[in-house]
């Protein structure tokens, strides 16, 4: 049981370039979300999903795009790259089940973004 | 309103001695707060978390205590040891709306041996 993992752990950019972001949970979560941490400024959520097939925007979308078209997998994918994406990005999941709160979230080891 | 507040930035504790947290919120549909404890390089882990309905939580060393009239709550951690040296994030949510997390900026402490 990996729990939550994601691929890769390092990416540095240039400006313009595209990139995917691949998280990965075997823990059968409906819920997935993508977070960027900034110094200072906590975990900010990018976009989640609730289930297979589902995607909605978070606090701070723009500039990012997601894809969730098995359960077990979540994509962030950044179309034209840009400084201020230099962040590190958290991938995380939770359970849901009928009349309960999605209270614990399982988070990802990171992956470490710069874009020059 | 969807803001999490969170003091202090940076702390440094002696070994043995009680760390204190603090983190406040304006949104009352906020119905669910949780600590999460990041070490470096690794992501953030539930540490402790506790819901409107009882005022403190005790988990071992770690305990949060909750004040709803003030909106605020805060975590206390009891005989601090170099190992709890890590970053801690408080967040809120609204329990059944799980993408409604919202964490605050963080707290750094280092424990001294």
């Known amino acids: 049981n990996a729990g939550v993992t994601q691929t890769p752990k390092f990416r540095v950019l240039k400006t313009g370039q595209s990139m995917t972001l691949l998280c990965a949970q075997d823990?059968?979560?409906?819920?997935m979300y993508w977070y960027r941490q900034d110094p200072g400024m906590g975990l900010r959520l990018i976009h989640y999903?609730?289930?297979?097939?589902?995607?909605a925007k978070g606090e701070v979308p723009d500039g990012y795009n997601v894809s969730r078209l098995k359960k077990q997998n979540f994509l962030l994918g950044l179309e034209s790259a840009a400084p201020s994406q230099t962040s590190v990005y958290f991938c995380?999941?939770?359970?849901?089940?009928?009349?309960?709160?999605?209270?614990?979230?399982?988070f990802g080891p990171g992956t470490r973004l710069t874009v020059l | 309103q969807q803001q999490v507040k969170q003091s202090p930035q940076s702390l440094i504790v002696q070994k043995g001695g009680i760390s204190i947290i603090n983190c406040a919120y304006e949104?009352?549909?906020?119905?669910?707060f949780p600590w999460y404890q990041q070490f470096p390089g690794k992501g953030p882990a539930l540490l402790i978390a506790i819901r409107p309905d009882v005022s403190e939580k005790k988990e071992g060393r770690f305990t949060i205590s909750f004040n709803k009239s003030a909106k605020q709550f805060s975590l206390h951690i009891m005989d601090s040891q170099p190992g709890d040296s890590a970053t801690y994030f408080c967040?809120?949510?609204?329990?059944?709306?799980?993408?409604?997390?919202?964490f605050g900026p963080g707290t750094r402490l280092s424990v001294l041996p």
């Open positions: 995380a999941s939770s359970l849901w089940t009928s009349g309960r709160a999605r209270d614990t979230q399982y």
């Open positions: 967040a809120a949510s609204i329990i059944n709306y799980g993408q409604n997390f919202v």
């Open positions: 949104n009352t549909a906020f119905d669910y």
């Open positions: 823990m059968n979560h409906e819920y």
């Open positions: 999903s609730v289930g297979e097939g589902t995607t």
